[in-house]
């Protein structure tokens, strides 16, 4: 086998020579490329507070703009929208909240800037009101139905499909298809109107599912199982999921 001046195999040597210009390489970098104020943490966050605070301000602030807009900001304080900054979306009003002359920002009034928060995303968490833009009320402006500073929907929802679609999809393909929602979950009539903060009902207990799988219920097209030692310690939805729950009946299981 070949070998080097270092007395190393030859693919060694070169290997070893490609490493140190690598190691090499990243401490002349750090040394004379990188600046003092990015290797060095306070000084990094010091020259960072320092470039940040010399901008000139751009946003005036909700406070600010509910000093002359009373009657949007007290509708927006009790409203589903009082968590965001009227700035959101109206823009940056720094210079109009110093000088209202100047111009007034704008109002989005199109049917394409709701939908930026609004359209389904199933990210997004359970009960933030969502819809499908190409079919909830085609065409029309969201202010059209919608106060965009309380923004409340003009008909209280009657179907759970308005905010849960995706577990209504999956439903409709599932043996629990026929089944109203309502059949498992106790939903106040508040959860139509304020559903994050009025929730419905879950079941909770074996005991549930177990009144119409357990081997002794009358439920005749509900598959069946022995409660006494099906799943053991478990809970049903420990291993079946309640809106698509694959299962086989009791009676299958002992053949």
Not at 134 to 147: D, E, S, V, W
């Amino acid at each position: 086998m070949k070998r080097s001046l270092l007395g190393l195999p030859d693919h060694v040597a070169r290997l070893l020579v490609v490493f140190v210009v690598f190691i090499g390489g990243a401490i002349a970098v750090r040394t004379f490329v990188i600046p003092a104020s990015l290797k060095e943490t306070g000084r990094h966050r010091t020259s960072t507070e320092e470039r940040e605070s010399a901008k000139e301000p751009k946003y005036a602030g909700a406070s600010q703009c509910g000093t002359c807009h009373d009657a949007e900001s007290a509708a927006k304080a009790g409203g589903y929208h009082r968590n965001v900054s009227c700035e959101t979306c109206h823009g940056a009003a720094k210079i109009h909240a110093d000088d209202p002359s100047t111009g007034t920002p704008p109002a989005p009034r199109t049917r394409g800037f709701c939908p930026v928060c609004h359209a389904y995303d199933p990210s997004r968490p359970t009960g933030f009101p969502q819809i499908n833009p190409a079919i909830h009320n085609p065409l029309k402006p969201c202010i059209a139905c919608h106060n965009p500073h309380d923004p409340k929907p003009p008909v209280i929802p009657t179907e759970c499909t308005a905010c849960h679609g995706e577990i209504a999809r999956t439903k409709a393909v599932s043996p629990h298809a026929l089944l109203p929602c309502t059949t498992c979950h106790d939903v106040p009539e508040q959860h139509r109107v304020s559903p994050r903060t009025v929730t419905a009902t879950k079941p909770n207990t074996k005991a549930f599912c177990v009144k119409c799988h357990g081997k002794n219920s009358t439920v005749v097209e509900a598959p069946k199982i022995d409660a006494d030692t099906h799943g053991e310690k478990y809970l049903c939805w420990d291993c079946h999921y309640p809106h698509l729950p694959e299962a086989r009946s009791w009676t299958d299981e002992k053949l």
